[in-house]
């Protein structure tokens, strides 16, 4: 297991460097100049200019600037954004909402997605599998802003029922919706999977034999297709966590949430560089632990990942 | 077994009985039956395609957008890209069968053209994505050992970073280019990763059967295999994912577009009529949902295809 | 007389059967229809008895099996007959009721151990949920207690620990033993065996199937066994059903259906059935005609000439050490699977390794095959070292000359490939001839294994299991080798087809003058197409020598198990024309030396 678990760290370790490196890379190497944003119309003094590139690292070549950038990260700083201030302060800030909405979007779309695969599954080929695979297929191929939209205008303004623009440090039942719009799609694919789990597992011999035994449809279900059927469910949850950051700066913006997303977004029409790359690392790291601790939960969940290969 | 046992007398209904071979004829040993039509696996597959209704819908939807994107002149006559300010917000009438938009468009005509930007952009990320993912896929799984961990991990990193959020970063800088082809390369550039990981999977499948093994020892060399055998072995999951990225491309241009950094504004796109549209939503709401309508309904019948295609290919659905 | 004859006699004319199935017919929906698997099966099992149903695949057997406790999948149903349980008629009973039935009193102990227990959950709480799930009552502790008591009875041992691991931390013959535990758990009267122990090497099946025997006899409880092994239906059963195409063709007592067959179909299996022909002269007289054809075909292809040595292979000190992942990152532990073997294979004859999995024996024919580079050791292909064989060019000289037939019919033709580029491959490969000429010598090749060349448009997945098996050999013959490597080549195919397979190489090694290296686990069929017979265990040669050497007068321990643990070994057949087990003969056979053979010089134990 710790062989297994090690492992993987040291995987990880390379991609977070190669992800950073390239998000860096496409910063700055695309030619937007963040002095000159700073500046705006007015050209600066040389010696103002000289002074902003050194505290922005700028003067350095780039792979110098990017291994400064880490070093910094690792200890939690993340540099100063184009106003002068740490961009740590404005992540702190922003960072709890978004973090509440997607933890609540996490945990729509699990249960509401196993809960419809599992039924789909287990009527598969019936018009209830039908209608919620045809439900799956719609939710992915209406964009999520639709959706957003639509909802926020029948649900918000026409009938009221939840608030419309969350505002400030929401609490969760003002999230309610946006969270639902965040895992809209995810949703879908989970119902989806887990269908196709459930229904390969359904005429599985090990589910027979245990049929054999005595047991009742109940007890098969629970104990012999669900867990079994989980196990890539899980794993594909993790691993969509990324798929939920790119989609939190669409539904932070239709909803007015002052969360990451909404920084992020705010601070590539600014050209601000440095707090998209820091914004980006951020859910970069994120994805990346999320994807060891679900790593590690598969390996919890399925005793013959635990043990060495023999 | 004890020999008492076995010479006891036989139970009643257990006597020695034989069956009339009239009533049991016997064949010839694994004898060959040459009377249906000889059918690779594609073949099979394109059969009970055949009879899927969700292909079959999928396939209509799909001819008939097709023909949308050919001969839209067949169905509008107005020119999207013609409209003033004074025709602006009006409801649908004989010239306007959808009504007019914010800035004073055709909206039919609008959600006609953009049919032919959403399905070229589509198409052609779809293409790019698969031919980088698919070779990449193909490498890592083929060659094995630190080559495939090098790689895996490269795909990690892209993975890493999710589609649209990279789109958007290198999307921004690219702004002011007028033309799709921006939006098609910074999609591909992150939208290969899952054709890669399926690619890769496959052909590590692939490569263990035996038929390859036998390949060796006929002589074949080890790219002649992989070109020969393992990649037409490993095609049907590509194709099957790649029919359906086809869908989600469509989708992610539109979220650009809500965003900003998708096609220009000259381009007549479903996207950015949705995103214009945003605010008349709550006085004119059907402005937003026309090309909404499209689009879904476009992204519907590529997903649905790949869904066909899936099952069509799925050998634990065969019956032989 | 033991105690199981005891019950059994006094019960006999007093009873009522057990099971009595009558005129069932099995119906399955596919997309290409309905299917009648099963046509109007009648059989009756009385209480204790064990009664065996035989036949090949598509016979039916598992399938009336299963339809008793409703265990047929989804898209199967009974759509005629009865099926009578305990005199209560259970064909058409609600879930409910047949549930109660499961489990307490019909057992069931099914084919394949590794995929009919559930990976995620503990050996021993599987076993835990079967008693429970039968009105056994009691603590967690009580419980579990009474399942390690049940998986000692199936001979498990160190039940207790292993009751706290996990499946894939068994091996196959224990996970067999925890599914007859399971099974019996709550002692049914009736376990159906769904062909229990054919993923299993020889010895363990004869050990497993003694012990399922000693169990039931024990406790009473009736057993129909599923089998395509007629000796082995006939070594463990009273009573024989035989199944053809769905139908019941003959039933009767186990003995006499072996002694005298009436349907042509019995007769059949009965002269094709490995363990019981391999003791017929009559096949071994076959086989020493195909040996004179072939090595005067073989001596042709060399003119004759003294410098030629008479091994066209010669296998010296081979060893093959594997390194694996060891527990630790970065640590790797040897595991040697092949250690010091040596052999010759003579020109025109069949030389065959025989062992268990874990053996080594396919891995020595992947290094023959020069698929695989050997550790240490030497391996000459007509005088020369095939280790010495580097450029491309010779390395395609070599394939030319030896060729393989690998055993799982169903991955050995690419589905891609229609069954003429399939054949024409290696001629390509080879650059050989015109497209004119190739296409004539594919239709050639197809003659040759008697398949019709309306066969060429077609694809693997059109074909049968021995099709496609013949289809490797045409494939495999296009280069005109020297020598045939068949890997299991017949392993995983019916008894009669496999029958008609062994014949068919047989009949081309008389006619081309091949040489084969035959890998296989099943002894019996060694009989009947080899020569010369290596034993292998754990990696190394065991016995070496003549077949008729190993088979007459084996020297070592293991030789002498493996032999005895052929299914039906002691079954007596019909007549006089066969070899019994200790050797003796009835009648002389032609010429065949029963002196001494060469054991491994420097082995002590054997």
């Known amino acids: 297991m710790l062989w297994y678990i090690g492992r993987r760290l040291l995987q990880i370790i390379p991609v977070f460097l190669g992800a950073t490196l390239l998000i860096y890379l496409m910063m700055f190497s695309t030619g937007s100049d963040p002095i000159q944003a700073i500046a705006g119309e007015k050209a600066l003094p040389p010696s103002v200019e000289a002074q902003l590139r050194a505290q922005y690292n700028l003067d350095k070549p780039i792979l110098v600037q990017w291994f400064l950038y880490i070093v910094g990260v690792i200890q939690g700083d993340f540099g100063l954004n184009l106003s002068g201030r740490p961009i740590i302060d404005d992540i702190r800030r922003a960072f709890p909402v978004t973090a509440k909405l997607a933890i609540m979007a996490v945990i729509i779309e699990a249960i509401f997605g196993i809960v419809a695969g599992v039924i789909a599954g287990l009527k598969k080929g019936t018009w209830i599998d039908t209608t919620f695979l045809m439900l799956s297929l719609l939710v992915i191929a209406v964009p999520t802003f639709v959706i957003g939209f639509v909802a926020q205008v029948i649900l918000g303004v026409q009938l009221k029922l939840v608030p419309v623009n969350v505002g400030n440090d929401p609490s969760f039942m003002n999230l309610l919706l946006p969270a639902t719009v965040l895992g809209a799609v995810s949703f879908a694919y989970v119902l989806r999977l887990t269908r196709t789990s459930v229904a390969e597992n359904v005429p599985a011999d090990h589910v027979r034999t245990a049929k054999a035994k005595g047991l009742s449809s109940g007890a098969l279900v629970s104990k012999h297709i669900l867990r079994n059927s989980l196990i890539p469910v899980v794993t594909f949850i993790g691993a969509d966590l990324g798929a939920l950051m790119g989609g939190a700066i669409v539904t932070e913006g239709i909803f007015n949430i002052n969360g990451v997303g909404s920084l992020l977004f705010r601070a590539l029409q600014r050209s601000d560089s440095p707090t998209t790359v820091s914004v980006v690392t951020l859910m970069v790291i994120i994805f990346l632990i999320s994807n060891l601790i679900v790593d590690v939960l598969y390996a919890v969940l399925d005793p013959r990942i635990r043990y060495a290969k023999k | ?320 | 007389m033991s105690r199981e004859d005891e019950k059994q006699m006094s019960t006999t004319t007093t009873t009522a059967p057990l099971l009595e199935i009558s005129d069932l017919d099995i119906t399955f929906s596919t997309s290409s229809g309905d299917v009648n698997a099963v046509r109007g099966a009648s059989l009756t099992v009385y209480p204790g008895q064990t009664v065996a149903i035989v036949g090949e695949s598509g016979s039916g057997k598992s399938t009336t099996a299963m339809s008793i406790a409703h265990l047929l999948p989804k898209n199967g149903r009974i759509t005629g007959g009865t099926v009578r349980f305990q005199g209560e008629d259970i064909t058409h009973q609600r879930e409910r009721q047949i549930m109660a039935l499961r489990g307490s009193e019909i057992g069931l102990v099914p084919q394949d151990p590794m995929s009919n227990l559930n990976p995620l959950w503990k050996v021993g709480y599987q076993i835990d949920e079967a008693l429970r799930a039968n009105g056994v009552k009691g603590s967690k502790q009580e419980i579990r207690q009474r399942t390690v008591q049940l998986l000692e009875e199936a001979g498990l041992p160190d039940a207790e620990r292993r009751a706290r691991q996990y499946p894939h931390e068994f091996s196959g013959g224990m996970r067999q033993r925890a599914l007859i535990a399971m099974g019996l758990a709550a002692r049914p009267s009736l376990l159906i065996a769904d062909e229990p122990t054919s993923a299993l090497d020889v010895t363990v099946q004869q050990q497993i199937l003694d012990h399922l025997d000693t169990l039931t006899g024990d406790l009473g409880v009736a057993v129909l066994l599923i089998t395509h092994d007629l000796g082995l239906a006939a070594e463990r059963a009273q009573h024989l059903v035989v199944m053809y195409k769905g139908q019941i063709v003959e039933s009767g007592p186990a003995l006499e259906i072996l002694q005298k067959p009436q349907h042509p179909y019995t007769k059949r299996l009965i002269a094709a059935a490995p363990s019981l022909a391999s003791r017929r002269l009559s096949s071994i007289h076959q086989r020493e005609e195909v040996a004179e054809q072939a090595q005067e075909h073989a001596a042709e292809d060399t003119d004759g000439s003294p410098a030629v040595s008479e091994n066209i292979i010669e296998v010296r000190n081979l060893s093959k050490v594997f390194q694996l992942r060891g527990a630790s990152p970065f640590s790797t532990t040897p595991f040697t699977a092949v250690d010091d073997v040596s052999f010759d294979l003579k020109r025109g004859t069949t030389t065959a390794i025989v062992g268990e999995s874990g053996s080594g024996k396919s891995t020595v024919a992947q290094m023959v095959l020069k698929l695989l580079e050997p550790t240490s050791g030497e391996i000459r292909f007509d005088g020369r070292d095939i280790a010495s064989i580097k450029s491309a060019k010779d390395i395609l000289g070599l394939r030319r000359r030896m060729q393989p037939i690998f055993q799982n019919p169903y991955g050995t033709l690419d589905p891609m490939y229609s069954i003429f580029t399939t054949i024409e491959e290696p001629l390509r490969i080879h650059g050989i001839g015109s497209k004119k000429s190739r296409d004539q010598k594919v239709r050639e090749l197809l003659d040759h294994v008697r398949l019709p060349a309306a066969m060429l448009r077609r694809y693997p997945n059109e074909l049968s299991g021995g099709q496609r098996q013949r289809i490797a050999i045409a494939r495999a013959l296009a280069l005109d080798p020297e020598v045939v490597v068949c890997d299991e080549a017949v392993s995983a195919l019916d008894v009669l087809v496999q029958a008609q397979v062994l014949e068919l190489l047989n009949d081309l090694q008389a006619e081309l003058g091949l040489s084969y290296i035959f890998i296989t686990h099943d002894l019996a069929v060694v009989r009947q197409i080899a020569d010369a017979t290596l034993v292998m265990e754990k990696g190394r040669v065991v016995e070496q020598g003549t077949t008729d050497e190993v088979f007459h007068s084996p020297q070592q321990e293991y030789t002498q198990r493996l032999l005895g643990a052929i299914p039906g070994g002691s079954i007596p057949l019909a007549g006089s024309e066969t070899i019994s087990e200790d050797g003796s003969q009835e009648a002389a056979p032609v010429g065949r030396p029963t002196g001494s053979h060469r054991a491994p010089a420097h082995r002590a134990d054997g």
């Open chain 2, 1 to 320: 077994m004890s020999p008492e046992r076995r010479t006891a007398a036989p139970h009643p209904g257990q006597e020695h009985y034989t069956a009339p071979l009239s009533e049991t004829p016997l064949k010839d040993v694994d004898a060959f039956d040459d009377t249906s039509t000889p059918r690779s696996m594609w073949r099979q597959a394109a059969h009970s395609l055949l009879r899927d209704p969700v292909f079959i819908v999928s396939a209509i939807l799909i001819a008939f957008i097709l023909f949308v994107v050919a001969f839209p002149g067949v169905f509008t006559s107005q020119d999207p890209t013609a409209g003033s300010l004074a025709n602006a917000n009006q409801d649908p009438s004989g010239e306007h069968p959808f009504g007019t938009s914010r800035q004073g468009y055709d909206i039919f005509s609008r959600v006609i053209h953009g049919t032919r930007t959403s399905v070229i952009v589509g198409f052609f990320t779809m293409i790019g994505s698969t031919l980088i993912g698919a070779a990449i896929g193909a490498l890592a799984g083929y060659v094995g050992g630190w080559v495939d961990e090098i790689v895996s991990r490269v795909v990690d990193v892209f993975f890493a970073i999710p589609l649209i959020l990279g789109a958007i970063v290198i999307g921004a800088r690219f702004q002011g280019i007028d033309s799709i082809w921006v939006v098609i390369l910074v999609l591909s550039v992150f939208g290969w990763t899952n054709i890669a990981r399926i690619t890769r999977g496959a052909v590590i499948g692939v490569k263990s059967q035996e038929f390859v093994m036998a390949s060796t020892a006929l002589g074949a060399g080890r790219f002649s295999n992989l070109m020969r055998h393992v990649l037409p072995n490993a095609l049907a999951p590509i194709i099957v994912t790649a029919t359906v990225n086809l869908g989600v491309f469509i989708v992610a241009e539109a979220t650009l577009s809500f965003l900003g950094v998708g096609l220009p504004p000259t381009v007549v796109s479903w996207g950015g009529d949705i995103s214009t549209a945003r605010t008349s939503l709550t006085t004119h709401p059907m402005q937003l949902m026309y090309p909404s309508i499209g689009l879904a309904v476009t992204v519907l019948s590529f997903i649905m295809l790949g869904d066909a295609v899936r099952d069509a290919l799925d050998p634990k659905a065969k019956k032989r």
